[in-house]
């Protein structure tokens, strides 16, 4: 059984910066792909960034620049470092494993950037 947890959220003032743990259980963290989404309220979640088990990135367009996702296989943790924080990207910030055909995600860390 996978299990994910994130932290690292918290609130912080527009251009700030955070880093987003998330640290998972079990063994399948080195082979999987992993992402984080986020979702505010009233909106459906959304992909803000993945990186494959080699370490190739993604980036939604709205981050590219600002946020940077990586991960450290030794220790079973992904990380999503966001820099020059916006209001806009105030939501809860959640963790995604991803295992052909499984998927397994985190509880969610809450992200509130104030103006």
């Known amino acids: 059984q996978v299990q994910l947890m994130e932290s690292g959220g918290g609130l912080v003032q527009a251009g700030g910066s955070l880093r987003l743990s998330c640290a998972a259980s079990?063994?399948?963290?080195?082979?999987?792909?992993m992402g984080w989404y986020r979702q505010a309220p009233g909106k459906q979640r959304e992909l803000v960034a993945t990186?494959?088990?080699?370490?190739?990135?993604t980036y939604a367009d709205s981050v590219k620049g600002r946020f940077t996702i990586s991960r450290d296989n030794a220790k079973n943790t992904g990380y999503l470092q966001m820099n020059g924080l916006r209001p806009e990207d105030t939501a809860v910030y959640y963790c995604?494993?991803?295992?052909?055909?499984?998927?397994?995600w985190g509880q969610g860390t809450q992200v509130t950037v104030s103006s």
């Open positions: 995604n494993l991803h295992i052909y055909p499984f998927d397994y």
């Open positions: 079990g063994s399948i963290f080195s082979i999987s792909a």
């Open positions: 990186i494959t088990n080699s370490g190739a990135t």
